[in-house]
């Protein structure tokens, strides 16, 4: 359990911070930077949570909190390289969720015939958002995955939550009744 007494510390004033094993990186160290856009991500998720209800979407949105702190812890701790690892890491199962969830949420959903341009309802316009901080999260993944060996999971994990703030916002637009569609070459 963690157990916070302190909040600052100033061992951060030199630019660095600690991953979980306790080595020192600096702060716009790729794996530092992945984590923290996870943590922006997290927030997001909660703001979009101010509009969600109680509901279905609610209790997904809630797991997907609590996995995103997984994923920060991931991305947090490097791989020992001694081939026992036993950190907290997503796992093959929280990808097949989000599948199942997307998959239950599109159901109902018409076809698209064109991109939806974000925006909506002020839970879909949210959604939107959560939706791209999480490619952005996925880009710096991608990146940290060429500089050192990451959680392949990590990054299918982001994949699929990117897919699924997609469709939850179209769920949310009243079943894709109140998507914005994009109109090529509208505002010629």
């Not at 909040?7 to 702060?27: C, F, H, N, Q, W």
Request: proline share 3%; glycine share 8%; aromatic share 6%.
């Amino acid at each position: 359990m963690v157990k916070l007494n302190k909040i600052y510390t100033r061992t951060g004033d030199d630019g660095t911070t600690a991953l979980v094993t306790g080595e020192r990186r600096s702060k716009a160290d790729c794996r530092v930077v992945t984590y923290g856009t996870v943590d922006e991500l997290n927030a997001a998720v909660g703001l979009a949570r101010l509009q969600s209800g109680e509901g279905e979407l609610d209790q997904m949105l809630a797991r997907i909190q609590n996995d995103l702190f997984d994923l920060g812890a991931d991305f947090a701790t490097p791989f020992s390289g001694t081939g026992e690892d036993t950190a907290l890491r997503i796992v093959a199962s929280q990808v097949a969720r989000l599948e199942g969830e997307i998959d239950r949420l599109n159901a109902d959903l018409e076809p698209l015939r064109s991109f939806v341009l974000p925006g909506g309802t002020p839970l879909a316009a949210h959604l939107h958002y959560c939706r791209t901080v999480a490619r952005r999260a996925e880009r710096y993944a991608v990146e940290l995955a060429a500089q050192e060996e990451i959680n392949v999971s990590a990054v299918a994990y982001l994949n699929r939550l990117s897919d699924f703030f997609f469709v939850a916002s179209r769920a949310a637009n009243d079943g894709g009744a109140s998507d914005v569609l994009w109109v090529p070459g509208q505002t010629r």
